[in-house]
């Protein structure tokens, strides 16, 4: 029987992308994977968050390629938008399956260890 250390088996949480995976940035790429774009303003208050931690948010992602933010006059002031990338949609889609495989893979049947299913 082969050692633990030998199997070449791997948890998927091993594929969960830290950078999407947090609270915030995961939601609000699930929000713009809906939208063509939104407003600053509208994704502060669908979030819940300060405009800091948006911008903070948006600075990561946009550097990540996730996001693009584009700025247009409005009258006095300035209007920021936000849309999700090509690749933030991929990558996206990509940490939605992995956090799937983890929900599979939390009953299956591994060596070494015993497991009870409910009844």
Same mark, same amino acid.
């Given at each position: 029987?082969? +050692?633990?250390? $030998? %199997? *070449?088996?791997?948890?998927?949480?091993?594929?969960?992308?830290?950078?999407?995976? =947090?609270?915030? !940035?995961?939601?609000?790429?699930?929000?713009?994977?809906?939208?063509?774009?939104?407003?600053?303003?509208?994704?502060?208050?669908?979030?819940?968050?300060?405009?800091?931690?948006? +911008?903070?948010? $948006? %600075? *990561?992602?946009?550097?990540?390629?996730?996001?693009?933010?584009?700025?247009?006059? =409005?009258?006095? !002031?300035?209007?920021?938008?936000?849309?999700?990338?090509?690749?933030?949609?991929?990558?996206?889609?990509?940490?939605?399956?992995?956090?799937?495989?983890?929900?599979?893979?939390?009953?299956?049947?591994?060596?070494?260890?015993?497991?009870?299913?409910?009844?």
């Amino acid at each position: 029987m082969p +050692s633990p250390e $030998l %199997t *070449t088996m791997s948890h998927p949480r091993k594929d969960i992308d830290a950078l999407i995976h =947090s609270p915030v !940035r995961f939601s609000l790429l699930a929000a713009l994977a809906k939208l063509e774009d939104a407003d600053f303003r509208y994704l502060a208050n669908l979030l819940e968050v300060s405009d800091s931690t948006l +911008s903070q948010t $948006l %600075t *990561t992602l946009e550097a990540a390629h996730l996001v693009t933010v584009r700025k247009e006059p =409005s009258g006095r !002031r300035t209007k920021t938008w936000v849309a999700i990338t090509d690749a933030g949609r991929a990558a996206f889609a990509q940490h939605l399956a992995t956090l799937q495989a983890i929900i599979e893979a939390g009953g299956q049947q591994h060596d070494g260890g015993s497991q009870r299913s409910k009844p």
